[in-house]
């Protein structure tokens, strides 16, 4: 789960734009995110394949939570990372 804003401390996943298996493309919207203040698309961090979703819409988790795992083309899946500065192929959306 991104930092949305400085006193956004959880969000609640909407709907997922992309289904788990599908290509998805840098920027590509991937999540729908509602938060009290505000609805937001979070486009996806990574070029590659969208290998699971880790959050079902309809759940609130805090900031920080992974919400997906990707998978960069011609590599195997990785555990997913938390944070807002991922540093591998697989992290959070």
């Known amino acids: ?3 949305l804003g400085e006193s956004v401390t959880e969000g ?3 709907r997922w ?3 788990p298996g599908a290509t998805v493309a840098l920027d590509q919207p991937l999540v729908e995110i ?3 203040k505000v ?3 979070i486009p996806s961090p990574f070029e590659g394949r969208l290998s699971a979703v880790l959050v079902d819409a309809g759940e609130t988790v ?3 939570t992974p919400l997906a795992e990707f998978q960069a083309a011609g590599e ?3 555990p997913p990372v938390a944070g807002d500065a991922p540093a591998s ?3 959070q959306a």
């Open 39 to 41: 609805t937001v698309e």
């Open 62 to 64: 805090p900031v920080g």
């Open 17 to 19: 734009l992309v289904a």
């Open 89 to 91: 192929p697989a992290a």
């Open 34 to 36: 509602e938060t009290e």
């Open 12 to 14: 609640t996943i909407l």
């Open 1 to 3: 789960m991104p930092q």
């Open 76 to 78: 195997s899946a990785r």
